[in-house]
């Protein structure tokens, strides 16, 4: 059994029902301070890399309900571990200790980190643009919004999730738009339509709606970011041209 426990490269240490070591396979003494010497000592009394002060009361709980425990927790050395609590069970099905393994989460827990740190850089930018700034999930559900969106239409943020943000297109255009925004995520390929946006007066202005899908390494969406542009004013002095050159020809 040591010899297969070693061989899978995961830091697994037995304890009796007392929380004295029993066995432990050479990946743990890099987390815990053990030695073959060390079978029989208390859990308690020796001395541990982790930062997981619990972890004899969270290992008596599991004994005492037969229910796992899973944690993630600090290293003292920067790392990260999840470390799960489980009964030990005999052939005979009787509960005699606890086997708890130790992951090392650090990579992931750093992505998480980074992917944190970018996503609220992201956020802040959003928010400092003058144009309406949104996010979509890959099935085309709007997860964010900026702060100009709700500025701009009056609506709280949280109403403008999912497809609330269809509801402040203008009823001739809204038809039009859903099928251009569906045949975009159907055929992953960027929208780039014109639309009117109600304002919280009521009144309606042009936009330009542009997004474009992120994707991961594999090629598969990840997100949608858009961007809606006022462009009310372009189309006003571009329909007031069309007026005068058409008063020239006559």
Known sequence: MKNLLNSTDIATLFLDGELKVRRFTTQTAKIIKLIPGDAGRLITDITSELDYPE??????????????KEKTVPGHDGRWFTVRLMPYRTQD???????ITFTDVSTSRALESTLREQASQLHGIAESLPSLVWNCLPDGTCD????QWVDY?????????????????????????????????????????????????????WFKALSSPIRDPLGAIVKWYGMSIDVDDLKRAQGSERQALGGQAR
């Open 55 to 68: 972890l004899a009361d969270d290992a008596r709980e599991v004994l005492r309900t037969l229910v796992f």
């Open 93 to 99: 099905n009787v509960i005699d200790g606890l086997v």
């Open 144 to 147: 964010f919004v900026n702060r």
């Open 153 to 205: 239409t009056g609506v709280p943020a949280h109403a403008l999730l999912g497809q609330g943000w269809l509801e402040q297109v203008e009823a001739t255009d809204r038809g039009r738009v859903r099928e251009e925004w569906r045949a975009a995520i159907e055929k992953g390929i960027p929208l780039d339509t014109e639309l009117r946006l109600r304002r919280r007066d009521g009144a309606y202005r």
